[in-house]
């Protein structure tokens, strides 16, 4: 439910001056629907696939092949939805005369460098913005059989050098670069992973059945009370101004590396990765959220959930779209609510329709 519930937070951030965006998760707290939708994949990835590496033996070989399949079924569909965004993207400038949307989000190196953008887009060092969270996925799954291997094992010592890997990469900066233009990954691989292993070793420890934190009301209390600020400080400026001041303060202070305190989402600076972590815990910790996940009207979320890869890519390529109709229609709240309803019910009806359609016949 959650995980569906991230990507209709994602689809509306994604089609941005939109009326209905200030009323997503990312105006109430430091980190938004994208670390969310990192956690709980790597909380599924712990479900679905750790099983296969508890023990040395051959179904541990089968385990890699499983999880490779779905590396290269990522891949797959990054590229298509890749192609398909530009091609939405360029049906707004021939039928809709306007060409803005074909020079954002980093397309328009398709037109500067086209044959380095072309290499670029395949070996996924050029990727466009708002399509660009499957490589982060398809990396970190790629590694995670060692991960998983670890988990069942040493999954403190794991989480600690996840941590190390979070800060040594934040500090120097470090990830994988970008080609044909400069600088790293906007999803930085080194830095994100720290997300994901947190959630795949609470997957992991789900499968056992433990919990990665055991539920403590002073945790409860001190999550929801941090939780309570973050939403304090996006949305009021006097307090907004206290935050960066204690965080500036604390920095010179203190001698703090710059992603402790900074707010940096490609290095997933400190107060939003301690945002995720305090969210997550907050909200798995009360019986009645779970309950509550399990009512009827939570379940069109949860479909969205349970088809999390095919909805995503149609969004992403809708949000493309969109955001040159966007151009055309400006300010217009009637405008804005079909752009976000017609798109979120595509959405829908996809993730319907390979739930509920009826699968044909295996060929023997």
């Known amino acids: 439910m959650f995980r569906g519930l991230c990507l209709v937070m994602i689809f509306i951030n994604h089609v941005p001056g939109n009326a209905y965006e200030e009323w997503t998760t990312r105006n109430f ?30 179904r541990l070989w089968t385990g890699v ?5 779905r590396v290269w079924t990522l891949y797959l569909v990054h590229i298509l939805t890749t192609f398909a965004a530009l091609a939405a993207a360029s049906a707004v400038a021939v039928w809709l005369g306007n060409s803005e949307v ?25 990727q466009f913005g708002y399509v660009n969270i499957l490589p982060l996925y398809l990396v970190l799954l790629a590694v995670s059989p060692l991960l998983f291997f670890a988990a069942w ?24 670069p970008n080609f044909p ?18 959630g795949l070793v609470t997957g992991v420890m789900l499968k056992d059945g433990r919990r990665l934190v055991p539920i403590r009301l002073w945790l409860q209390i ?16 006097a307090v907004s101004k206290v935050t960066g001041q204690t965080l500036w303060l604390a920095k010179e202070t203190f001698h703090l590396p710059w992603n402790i305190t900074a707010f940096d989402k490609t290095y997933v600076a400190g107060p939003r990765l301690l945002h995720i972590l305090a969210l997550a815990y907050f909200l798995s910790s009360f019986a009645f959220i779970r309950r509550a996940c399990a009512h009827w009207l939570a379940a069109p979320f949860e479909l969205l959930g349970r088809q999390a890869l095919p909805v995503f890519a149609l969004g992403s390529v809708l949000c493309i779209g969109l955001q040159g109709v966007k151009h055309v229609t400006g300010e217009d709240f009637l405008a804005d609510t079909l752009i976000i309803a017609g798109g979120l019910a595509l959405q829908f009806a996809l993730a319907a329709a390979r739930q509920y359609w009826p699968k044909p016949p295996k060929v023997s």
Do not use: C
């Open 29 to 58: 707290g430091f980190s938004d629907a994208a670390e969310g939708f990192v956690m709980m994949s790597g909380i599924a990835a712990g479900l679905a696939y750790s099983a296969d590496f508890r023990a040395v033996s051959m």
């Open 65 to 69: 092949a499983r999880v490779w399949h």
């Open 102 to 126: 074909l020079f954002e989000n980093q397309i328009k190196w398709v037109w500067l460098d086209p044959l380095r953008t072309l290499i670029g887009l395949v070996i996924l060092t050029h």
């Open 153 to 176: 094992r040493w999954p403190l010592w794991l989480l600690a050098a996840s941590v190390a890997v979070w800060m040594a990469a934040g500090y120097w900066r470090l990830g994988p």
């Open 181 to 198: 233009t400069s600088g790293v990954w906007f999803f930085n691989p080194l830095t994100w992973q720290v997300i994901f292993v947190t």
């Open 222 to 237: 001190a999550t929801g009370l941090f939780l309570l600020y973050a939403a304090l400080s996006v949305q009021i400026p």
